[in-house]
Every structure is written in structure tokens, then in C-alpha cells.
């Protein structure tokens, strides 16, 4: 007795008819799902899967998924990993760990996981309104819920191959619609018309301390998709904000009624923001956290035209997004800085070597400290580009 419904399909599965792989993926799904209440499964479109560095699963996570035999039934891609597939020794990788990072990624290569080793998916592969998906990095999830409208649970990293792995999640959370409404207004009181990437990241990296868990909805700003992008990636960092809505700009808030009587209303005034602008002196600067879209690299280019770094400068991004826009990203590296791809600023070991790194992420503003032991400091892209260059 599972306690979830189940079809004839899944039921072949957990008999061990499709080898034990499957079964014990499907067992877990079925395990998280009481966990959480499920009633049953649904099926998912897509799955990006989580503990892909070598940094962050180390040898006994890598044990466990060469120990793993099936292949994935839909599309699944990778979380950013410790290093570029391609450029690991121009980033300066350790060969040891560069070793132990292809055996994982081989690892899921055999699991049919595709290596697009990226935070921001969504660029490489249509995602739609109402899907379900079962994602598992911070940002992706939180910029698939509120930008796209699709429908994903944060995953943790086993819960998002089993889902790969047979086609699958359980349905609770954030599938159902009734768990998708605001919970907390914030509304933002400064003059957010000049706002870019960087003040809707030190926006959310303020917010989601504020709003921890509950699913907000913002009024008083109408940021562009890279700064809502930017908003959520903040918000998932220092809350755990899988889901947002802001007025008029959102799919869910335009589509739907929102009851938002008798919600609690939390003011953010400019100076809160504001503050977050230091200027400690900074060893190296790092831009794409999430990964850059198209006009994110269009604007560095630009803003580099003519110039030369004095300082590393690295930029991160999906290398299929890369591809796509290679004169940009060569006019990028002829200033010295480099695009890399499949890794970035935080899952990276490379950048544990910098005291102070200068971000245009309120994300990384939250990570960097932890998992790098440097430094952060927040800055417009403008102003990452002029330290970097200075
Ligand atoms: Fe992506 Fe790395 Fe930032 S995974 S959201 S670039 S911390």
C-alpha cells in the first residue's frame, strides 16, 4: 500500500519490472510524496537536476550515481558544476578536481541527463504556462513559477533525477493551485523607473529575508524579465521564495482574481535597498549569477567596447546561449574578461582564491561569503564593468 494513486504503469515499476533503478526512484518519489501529502503523481515536461558539482556531492555522491541504471524519460538538464566542460584548465581547475567533476558529469551523461549545465534553462529549451516541472536550483525554479507560470516544487537534487528518471513527480506544493496565491504584499515605495539588474537583486536579496517561505506580491515596481530574474534568484538566496507574483507584470497576477484582503503589507523603502551598495575594495569581479541571457551579454559587450580588465572579470552563462551569441561573447573576451560555461562564481572552486569579489547579484551577494569564504560586494553592471577596468 503506497497511499497514493497510482497507474497500472507504476505499479509494473514497483514491481521491479523495469529494473531497480526505476523501482527505487519511484519508491522515493512515492516516499516524498507521502512526506508532503501527495495524492498522486503527475507528469512532468521537464527536469533540472541539482548536485552536479563535484563540490558540493564529493565522493560519495558520485559513488551513488554510478551505482544508478536508467535512462532519463524527459528532458533533464544539469545545475551549473564546479568548472567549464571545455575551458576547465584556462579557468584554472585543479586536474584532480577537474577528474572527479567528468566522472560525475559522465555519470549523468549515462542517465541520459543532457549536459547543459546551466541555472537558466529556460533560455535553451521552451518552457510553457501551467507545465508541470520538476526543477531543483533556487533561481530556475523561482523564475519558471513566477515568470513562465509553469509549476515546479523546489527539488532537492535526488528528487529531481528520480523525477527524470520515470517521468514523474508527486503532486503537492506549488503543482496545486490553490497553494499558488500571495501570502504577504511588499510594497516597494522608491522611484524604481532607473532600477537595473542589481537594484531589483539587492531588492530581493532585502525581501526575501523579509518574507521568508510565503509567496509575495509586489506592487509599486514593473521590472523587465532579467530584472525579475534577478529579483527571484535574491529572494530564493536569503528567503526561500520558490514564488512570486508583482502586479501587472507577472503571468498568474494578470490572469488571476488574487484575493489579497487581510494580507499582512510590508513596506521597502529606498534606503533599505540603498544600503546594500558598499564599496569595499574588490579583487575580482563576476557577472551572470543566474546565467546571463542574451541582452545580459549584449550590454557587457557593449560596455566593454574599447576597454581592457585590470582585474579577472568572468562572466557566466549557459554554452548554449554562448553559442548563440558568439561575436558578442568574443567582442567580451577581446577586453581580456572570459565567458564561461557550465560553472559559475559560486559552485566554482576557482574563486575561493579572491578575498572580495564585486557581483551585480543580490544571489551571490548572499552566497559568495559562504560558499567561497570571500567578501561581496553589490554593484550596477555599469559599475562592475568600471572596476574591472579602472
Ligand atoms: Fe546560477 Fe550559480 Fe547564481 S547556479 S543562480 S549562477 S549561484
Given at each position: 500500500m503506497t497511499g497514493m494513486q497510482l497507474e497500472p504503469e507504476d505499479e509494473r515499476i514497483l514491481a521491479g519490472e523495469e529494473g531497480e533503478t526505476r523501482q527505487k526512484m519511484l519508491e522515493l518519489l512515492i516516499a516524498l510524496g507521502k512526506v508532503f501529502g501527495a495524492q498522486r503523481l503527475v507528469e512532468i515536461k521537464s527536469a533540472q537536476v541539482s548536485g552536479a558539482s563535484y563540490k558540493t556531492i564529493g565522493k560519495y555522491g558520485l559513488e551513488w550515481l554510478t551505482s544508478l541504471d536508467a535512462k532519463a524519460v524527459v528532458p533533464a538538464v544539469l545545475n551549473p558544476i564546479g568548472?567549464?566542460?571545455?575551458?576547465w584548465e584556462e579557468m584554472g581547475i585543479d586536474p584532480a578536481f577537474a577528474r572527479d567533476q567528468q566522472a560525475v558529469i559522465a555519470a549523468y551523461e549515462r542517465l541520459?541527463?543532457?549536459?547543459?549545465?546551466?541555472?537558466?534553462?529556460y533560455y535553451l529549451y521552451s518552457t510553457g504556462y501551467g507545465e508541470h516541472l520538476a526543477w531543483s536550483e533556487s533561481s530556475a525554479v523561482s523564475y519558471v513559477n513566477s515568470v513562465i507560470g509553469a509549476r515546479t516544487n523546489r527539488e532537492g537534487g535526488p528528487g529531481a533525477l528520480a523525477a527524470a528518471l520515470i517521468g514523474k513527480t508527486p503532486c503537492y506544493g506549488l503543482h496545486?493551485?490553490?497553494?499558488?496565491?500571495?501570502q504577504v504584499i511588499v510594497s516597494v515605495?522608491?522611484?524604481?523607473?532607473?532600477?537595473?539588474i542589481a537594484d531589483y537583486g539587492a531588492l530581493g536579496y532585502h525581501a526575501g529575508k523579509l518574507v521568508g517561505n510565503r509567496v509575495p506580491y509586489f506592487r509599486g515596481i514593473m521590472p523587465d524579465a532579467d530584472q525579475l530574474k534577478s529579483l527571484g534568484a535574491a529572494m530564493a538566496a536569503?528567503?526561500?521564495?520558490?514564488l512570486y507574483h508583482v502586479e501587472g507584470v507577472t503571468p498568474e497576477a494578470v490572469k488571476i482574481p488574487f484575493d489579497l484582503n487581510g494580507l499582512e503589507a510590508i513596506a521597502v523603502e529606498p534606503e533599505e535597498i540603498k544600503t546594500l551598495f558598499n564599496e569595499i575594495p574588490v579583487e575580482a569581479v563576476a557577472v551572470g549569477c543566474p546565467h546571463c541571457s542574451p541582452a545580459e551579454l549584449a550590454e557587457i559587450a557593449r560596455l566593454l567596447n574599447g576597454k581592457i580588465v585590470t582585474k579577472p572579470l568572468y562572466v557566466f552563462a549557459a554554452q548554449g546561449v554562448i553559442d548563440r551569441n558568439a561575436r558578442v561573447v568574443d567582442s567580451i573576451e577581446k577586453s581580456g574578461a572570459r565567458v564561461f560555461a557550465d560553472t559559475c562564481m559560486v559552485v566554482?572552486?576557482?574563486?575561493?582564491?579572491?578575498?572580495s569579489i564585486m557581483v551585480n547579484s543580490g544571489k551571490a551577494l548572499a552566497y559568495v561569503p559562504n560558499m567561497c569564504g570571500g567578501r561581496a560586494r553589490i554593484g550596477t553592471i555599469e559599475d562592475c564593468i568600471r572596476v574591472a577596468t579602472e
Open positions: 568548472m567549464p566542460r571545455g575551458r541520459g541527463i543532457r549536459l547543459d549545465c546551466t541555472c537558466t534553462p496545486l493551485e490553490h497553494n499558488r496565491g500571495p515605495q522608491a522611484d524604481t523607473r532607473d532600477w537595473g536569503t528567503g526561500a521564495v520558490a566554482s572552486p576557482v574563486m575561493e582564491q579572491y578575498a
